[in-house]
């Protein structure tokens, strides 16, 4: 016994930043590696940014990374003081494509395997394929569906579906010599695929876990925000759409492709089209290569239009848009088209892209559905800058927003379902409060600290 160590770099006392690393014998393995929400806020902020250029450098001066031997890619650490040696880490495995849960991956040596799931693995490329600086290293990269046993080393991980605002989400099932680890990833419990997390909480309660490292995005002492279930965004919308002839506009994570689900099943049964920018379209046609997510395909589906930004000549030709933008310009949707079918359509609109409603023109009392969580401050400066510009062109605000994260009350169920010997709060800015709200587990908690070393 006591051979399995565990120690969190980043998910202590903040939203984001997983990066948990699990050590049985010689077998070391890092259990997401994510960035902070926050990446140094002190000191960066906009365009003022770690540059590339200086490899880890940047983000060492101010500890915005660990530094650690033996994890790093060689070239990255030139300008800085930490020496390369060979890896040290066995695996890194992903348990979903948020990039507080993945992106510094792309600082890792490649010579790291990574393993994700299926759906994970085409996030990221489509994230690669679409915006010109992002790239996540050349690893071995292996992927994973639900249920399978994957040895490495000392340890056996076996990933269980779970469910998320971003689809291939998983939990993790880590079988070490001290007994099972279970770790939540994110998850939730009032989604559209809830059965997903319930088959997680179950196989974790069966395996009699001696650790739970458990997500608390919710823990919080009154939470204040409107949050529904995903059924309910969707029959509000849908109960707003179909007593309105005037456009409706929606603000929502693009990648999270339960909530377009959401509303192109509402735009269908309204009998108006769904119009998304061609970043979603690209992503939506990548997915259908994924059957199991079910998701409309574009390419057959007509009740979906992409729409085209002017830009370069203003025409809209071919040669004004990237090559992976090209390929739905038969389903395209202009400012013009927009505004003269505005009471025919529900159309995709991120607050960056708000400058198109100058062009687009919609008519008076059109409706906006800020379908986002709302914002952190009360003096959130794009908030007011959006509810400035809705006051401009007349339009009527919504907020319909469904939550990723599971909240207070279902949580504390979920640990005493899986009945874990310790907890390991992670991914929380108040883990202090789950002993208060769970006081029947409380000699079960563990105040986790940050590059701490735990022994299970
Ligand atoms: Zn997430």
């Known amino acids: 016994m006591n051979m399995v160590k565990l120690t969190f770099y980043g998910g202590v006392n903040e939203i984001g930043g997983n990066k948990i690393l699990i050590e049985d014998k010689k077998t070391r393995i890092f259990f997401d590696f994510g960035q902070s929400f926050a990446l140094g806020p002190e000191f960066f902020?906009?365009?003022?940014?770690?540059?590339?250029?200086?490899?880890?450098?940047?983000?060492?001066?101010?500890?915005?990374?660990?530094?650690?031997?033996?994890?790093?890619?060689?070239?990255?650490?030139?300008?800085?003081?930490?020496?390369?040696?060979?890896?040290?880490?066995?695996a890194v495995?992903?348990?979903h494509a948020h990039f507080d849960h993945v992106n510094p991956i792309q600082f890792l040596d490649p010579a790291i395997p990574v393993y994700l799931g299926e759906g994970t693995k085409l996030f990221l490329e489509c994230m690669?394929?679409?915006?010109?600086?992002?790239?996540?290293?050349?690893?071995a990269y292996h992927k994973f569906r639900t249920g399978d046993r994957i040895q490495v080393g000392d340890m056996v991980?076996?990933?269980i579906h779970v469910d998320h605002s971003i689809p291939a989400a998983y939990g993790f099932l880590i079988h070490t010599s001290d007994g099972t680890i279970a770790y939540t990833g994110d998850l939730r419990t009032h989604g559209p695929r809830k059965d997903m997390t319930e088959e997680f909480?179950?196989?974790?309660?069966?395996?009699?876990?001696?650790?739970?490292?458990?997500?608390?995005?919710?823990?919080?002492?009154?939470?204040?925000?409107?949050?529904?279930?995903?059924?309910?965004?969707?029959?509000?919308?849908d109960k707003l759409v179909s007593s309105t002839d005037k456009a409706v506009f929606v603000a929502r994570y693009s990648r999270d492709v339960d909530r377009f689900r959401s509303f192109h099943n509402v735009a269908k049964r309204n009998n108006r089209r769904i119009v998304v920018s061609p970043k979603t379209g690209y992503?939506?046609?990548?997915?259908?290569?994924?059957?199991h997510l079910n998701l409309p395909d574009l390419l057959h589906d007509n009740s979906i239009l992409v729409y085209y930004k002017r830009k370069k000549s203003g025409r809209f030709e071919e040669g004004d848009y990237y090559a992976w933008e090209r390929q739905f310009m038969d389903r395209m949707a202009t400012y013009e088209d927009v505004h003269k079918n505005q009471n025919e359509l529900i159309m995709d609109l991120d607050f960056?892209?708000?400058?198109?409603?100058?062009?687009?023109?919609?008519?008076?009392?059109?409706?906006?559905?800020?379908?986002?969580?709302?914002?952190?401050?009360?003096?959130?400066?794009?908030?007011a800058?959006?509810?400035?510009?809705?006051?401009?062109?007349?339009?009527?605000?919504?907020?319909?927003?469904?939550?990723?994260?599971?909240?207070?009350?279902?949580?504390?169920?979920?640990?005493?379902?899986?009945?874990?010997?310790?907890v390991f709060p992670v991914h929380t800015e108040n883990a202090h409060l789950f002993a208060k709200y769970m006081p029947d587990l409380k000699d079960r908690m563990t105040l986790t600290e940050k590059e701490k070393e735990y022994k299970i």
């Not at 339009?395 to 504390?412: P, R, V």
Request: aromatic share 8%; glycine share 6%.
């Open 45 to 90: 902020t906009g365009w003022l940014e770690p540059r590339a250029i200086n490899g880890l450098g940047d983000y060492f001066e101010f500890d915005l990374l660990p530094k650690i031997k033996g994890i790093y890619a060689e070239k990255l650490l030139a300008s800085t003081g930490l020496p390369y040696v060979k890896p040290r880490i066995d």
């Open 93 to 95: 495995f992903l348990s």
């Open 128 to 139: 690669e394929d679409t915006s010109p600086m992002c790239s996540f290293g050349k690893h």
């Open 157 to 159: 991980v076996e990933p």
């Open 201 to 237: 909480a179950e196989k974790a309660r069966h395996s009699e876990p001696v650790a739970m490292i458990c997500e608390g995005t919710r823990m919080v002492e009154a939470e204040q925000r409107k949050n529904f279930s995903e059924l309910q965004v969707e029959s509000l919308s």
């Open 283 to 291: 992503l939506l046609t990548k997915l259908a290569t994924d059957k």
């Open 352 to 383: 960056y892209q708000f400058a198109e409603l100058i062009d687009i023109k919609p008519g008076l009392g059109s409706h906006f559905i800020h379908s986002m969580s709302e914002p952190f401050s009360e003096e959130d400066i794009e908030d």
């Open 385 to 422: 800058i959006m509810h400035n510009w809705l006051k401009h062109f007349k339009m009527h605000f919504h907020q319909l927003h469904a939550s990723g994260h599971i909240n207070k009350e279902d949580l504390a169920n979920l640990i005493r379902l899986v009945k874990p010997k310790r």
